[in-house]
């Protein structure tokens, strides 16, 4: 089962390499240091929302409906080639935020527990 630390390192690792990789990189959501820092909270982010206080805390922000919108979100954003840096900033903290909140989700489904299609709003 993950615990906040893998959480945290897992999201963190997720963002920097995605931040890396990215095609069109913003010199402060990609930087090397930003970007794990942005991933290690985001990839905590649904044990923040819905505390890991009791086996069945996975609910809305645990799900597979979750999952689903926002990988097609990313999609979306990762398509997205802003030209002013502003937006270009917006889109490089959505990407690597996205990506760490993803990797949480991906793990938490990857335990015996599992994800909730949908769980309680």
Known sequence: MPNANTHMLVGGAISLTTALLDKD?????HHIAMAPIIGAFMGRLPDILEPAIHPNHRQFFHSVTV???LSV?????YQWSPEELSNKFVR???IVAGVAYLSHLICDA????????????
């Open 25 to 29: 990189k913003h010199p402060i959501s």
């Open 67 to 69: 999952l689903a919108l």
């Open 73 to 77: 979100g990313m999609l979306k954003v």
């Open 92 to 94: 490089g903290v959505l």
């Open 110 to 121: 990857a335990t015996p527990k599992g994800l909730p299609l949908l769980g309680k709003i």
